[in-house]
C-alpha cells in the first residue's frame, strides 16, 4: 500500500476514493477501521471511512489514531487526512485536533490544509474558503444544521481548533510552482508553524501542491488534493497506472433516503418528487417512537414495484430550526440518522438492492445499519460522486452522496449509472 487515507465521513470517502481510481490507483474503500490483520487485497490506496466529523474531538481523535495504526501496519508511506471541502466543523475541532494527533504519532512538525477542489466550485484566495462566488460564510453553509460556517477564513478557524500556529501559502507562491511551495513550507517549518493553509484557484493547483507534499509523511485536505499525489509514487517508480475496475450487476428494488438539508439536496429531492413518489419525515414524530419509520415502510412497500421513491427528512432551514427548537440540534439530527439506518434494513428486508443516500451523515448511519463493510469504487456519476458495490455475498449497489454534491437531477438520474435493473 501507497496512500492510506483516513476519511472523517462515508461520503467523502468515496468521493475520494473516485479521485483515486481516476488518478490510476488500486483503491479500496472499507467501512470504519477493519480488523487487525485485515487483507484488503491488492491495492495502492485504502480510504478508510470513519463517521467523526461532528462527534467529541476526543473521539474523533481516537478513532483517527486507530485507523492511522492500521494503515501503517499495512505498510502506508503516506498518510491522507480527508475532510469536507467546505471544512465543516466547530471552534474546537475536529479538524484541528485530528491532524494534530496524526501529526504527533507520525513524529512529524507540519502538514498542508487544503479543502479546496475548484471541478466541486471549491477556491482558496488569500486563505478565504469560497463556494462558487461566495464566501463559505455566504454560501448557506453559515445555516448548517449540525456544523454551521459563519468564518470563512481557513486560518482563523484552525488556529481556533489547535495548539500549534498556524500559517498561510499564498496563491502567488501556489503559482511559482511546486519548488516555491516547498521552499515557503520550509520558511513556515522554520518559524514553527505546523498547519499551512494553501491557496487554490485552479485543479492544476491542486496537482502543484500535491508534488509539494511529496515529503510530507500527512496530508490534510479535501478530495482535490488527492489529485496530485499519485504522480509522486510513480515518479519513485513505486506505481503503474491502473484502469477503474467494471462494477458486478445488482438487480432489485430502487429507493433514495435523503437526510441532508443543504441547498443543493433540498434541490435535488424536488426534482425526484416531481413525477415520483416521496414520503416525508418529520423529527418530532420521530420523537413518539418508531411509528413514523413503520409508516414510511408502509408506504415503500406498496409502491416499490413501480419504481424509485424517496423516504427524505430534507427540510427548508425554517422548518429544521423549529425541530432543534423542540428537540435540540442534537436530539434532532439523532432522531433522523436513527430513522434512515432503520429504514435501510428495512428497505433492504423489502427488496431494495440499489439504494441512493444523501447526506454524509445519512450515508455513515446507513452503511453501519447494512453492515458494509467495505465498497468497490465505480463510474463517476457527478463530480465527487461515484457509483459503488458492497464486497460481500449479497451485495448491494449505492450511491452515497454529500449533501452539497451533485447536479439538481442527481437522484433522478443516479440509478442509470448502476449495473444492474428493476425486477
Keep these: ?34 480488523d487487525a490483520g485485515t487483507d484488503p487485497g491488492d491495492v495502492d490506496a485504502l480510504v478508510v471511512a470513519l463517521k467523526s466529523r461532528s462527534i467529541q474531538p476526543s473521539a474523533a481523535v481516537h478513532q483517527s489514531l486507530a485507523a492511522l495504526r492500521y494503515l501503517q501496519e499495512r505498510g502506508a508511506k503516506q498518510i491522507l487526512f480527508k475532510y469536507c471541502s467546505t471544512f465543516d466543523s ?37 486563505g478565504h474558503l469560497f463556494v462558487g462566488d461566495r464566501l463559505l460564510s455566504e454560501s448557506g453553509m453559515e445555516k448548517h444544521p449540525l456544523n454551521p460556517m459563519t468564518e470563512p477564513d481557513l486560518v482563523r478557524v484552525m488556529a481556533s481548533q489547535s495548539r ?3 500559517g498561510l501559502v499564498r496563491y502567488d507562491t501556489v503559482r511559482d510552482g511546486a519548488d516555491a511551495v516547498r521552499t515557503r513550507l520550509g520558511e513556515l517549518r522554520a518559524d514553527g508553524v505546523a498547519h499551512v493553509v494553501t491557496d487554490v484557484i485552479y485543479d492544476e493547483d491542486l496537482r502543484i501542491l500535491g508534488e509539494a507534499a511529496a515529503g510530507l509523511k500527512l496530508v490534510t485536505g479535501g478530495s482535490g488534493i488527492a489529485l496530485g499525489l499519485p504522480e509522486n509514487f510513480r515518479r519513485q517508480g513505486l506505481l503503474g497506472r491502473h484502469e477503474a475496475g467494471e462494477l458486478p450487476e445488482v438487480d432489485g428494488y430502487e429507493a ?12 435535488q429531492v424536488a426534482d425526484f418528487l416531481n ?47 423549529a425541530a432543534q427548537t423542540v428537540l435540540g440540534r442534537e436530539r434532532a439530527g439523532e432522531l433522523v440518522e436513527a430513522a434512515m439506518a432503520k429504514l435501510a434494513t428495512g428497505l433492504v428486508e423489502r ?3 440499489r439504494l441512493v443516500v444523501a447526506g454524509g451523515e445519512t450515508s455513515g448511519s446507513v452503511v453501519s445499519a447494512l453492515k458494509v463493510s467495505a465498497l468497490r469504487i465505480g463510474q463517476k456519476i457527478d463530480p465527487g ?25 442527481f437522484l433522478s438520474k ?10
Design 164 to 166: 500549534r500556529k498556524v
Design 414 to 423: 443516479a440509478f442509470g449509472f448502476m449495473p444492474g435493473k428493476r425486477p
Design 385 to 409: 460522486v461515484p457509483a459503488t458495490v458492497s464486497v460481500g455475498d449479497r451485495p448491494l449497489a449505492l450511491a452515497l452522496k454529500s449533501g452539497n454534491f451533485g447536479t439538481p437531477n
Design 1 to 34: 500500500m501507497l496512500l492510506g487515507c483516513i476519511a472523517d465521513d462515508s461520503t467523502g470517502a468515496t468521493d475520494l476514493a473516485a479521485v483515486l481510481v481516476a488518478e490510476g490507483m488500486r483503491t479500496v474503500q472499507t467501512i470504519g477501521v477493519p
Design 351 to 353: 427488496g431494495v438492492r
Design 256 to 267: 433514495v433516503l435523503a437526510g441532508s438539508c443543504s441547498v443543493a439536496t433540498r434541490g
Design 275 to 321: 413525477g415520483r413518489p416521496g414520503f416525508k419525515l418529520d423529527p418530532q414524530k420521530l420523537a413518539d417512537g418508531d411509528g413514523a419509520v413503520e409508516e414510511a415502510l408502509a408506504f415503500a412497500q406498496e409502491r416499490l414495484k413501480d419504481g424509485p421513491l424517496i423516504i427524505y427528512a430534507t427540510a427548508e432551514p425554517g422548518e429544521v430550526a
Design 90 to 126: 466547530t471552534r474546537e475541532g475536529n479538524i484541528g485536533p485530528v491532524a494534530e494527533a496524526l501529526l504527533e504519532a507520525l513524529g512529524e512538525e507540519q502538514t498542508i490544509v487544503c479543502p479546496a477542489y475548484p471541478t466541486l466550485n471549491r477556491s482558496i484566495f488569500r
